[in-house]
């Protein structure tokens, strides 16, 4: 008897697996995700800085450039990242032609960074705190123009190389919306000027940097 038992219930085993309902599946985590926002000059790839011009009597000051971010998730806890920012200004002044000012302020500047992102909390925590490695490209040209001395005319170009770490923290807003606050911390960097005044000939500079470079910038992502 026992082995006519044994044979049948090996017999009714996969009817009753059959029977038993599926584990509901795990949702799977998003491969991608696309970001925009806000990033600050200070330490960022925007290799001219701020604009602080004055034209006449007012003056304008950026602060803050646009930028946007494009990520790639490689494994649980590490992504992939590519990021661009950028700034142009075009200022100009009607002024006497004895006035001794600055007329046109002309500014253009591109910022690219690639690096990776490394999860350093555990999946589900309220906030994901990350690790951030990222090296970046800047390209900066600007023009200025003066009334005194007549015509006189300011060109610059640089460029800048460099490296940062630093961390962000993100936020889940709703489901596929999260806020992203970032920072780099450290950074090096290089970076190579070129500087035409008229009647005043042509003069280049290169610089090397490194420390702290606190550059926060605030993004709203979508994944997907």
């Known amino acids: 008897m026992r082995p006519l038992a044994a044979a049948l219930l090996l017999a009714l085993a996969p009817l009753a697996a059959l029977a038993e309902p599926d584990a509901a599946p795990s949702p799977a985590a998003p491969q991608w995700s696309l970001g925009a926002g806000v990033i600050s000059f200070g330490g960022s790839s925007l290799v001219l800085g701020s604009t602080s011009v ?18 790639r998730r ?24 004895a006035a001794a000012a600055q007329s046109r302020a002309d500014l253009v500047q591109l910022g690219l960074s690639a690096g990776v ?25 600007s023009r200025q123009d003066y009334t005194l001395p007549p015509d006189a005319v300011s060109h610059q170009t640089a460029w ?21 606050v970032a920072t780099s911390i450290l950074g090096v ?23 702290l470079a606190i550059a926060p910038s605030l993004e709203l992502r979508l994944a997907f």
């Open 74 to 97: 490689l494994a649980d806890d590490t992504f992939l990242l590519v990021g661009v920012s950028g700034t142009a200004s075009r200022q100009r002044a009607d002024l006497p032609a």
């Open 117 to 141: 992102r490394r999860l350093l909390t555990p999946r589900g925590a309220p906030v994901d705190v990350s690790l951030l490695l990222t090296g970046d490209l800047g390209f900066g040209r």
């Open 54 to 71: 004055s034209l006449g009597t007012s003056q304008a000051t950026l602060l803050f450039a646009p930028q946007a971010s494009l990520e």
């Open 160 to 180: 800048r190389v460099g490296a940062a770490a630093g961390l962000a923290v993100d936020r889940e807003l709703v489901s596929g919306l999260s806020l992203r």
């Open 189 to 211: 960097g290089y970076t190579w000027r070129r500087t035409e005044v008229s009647d005043s000939g042509v003069s280049t500079g290169t610089g090397l940097t490194a420390g």
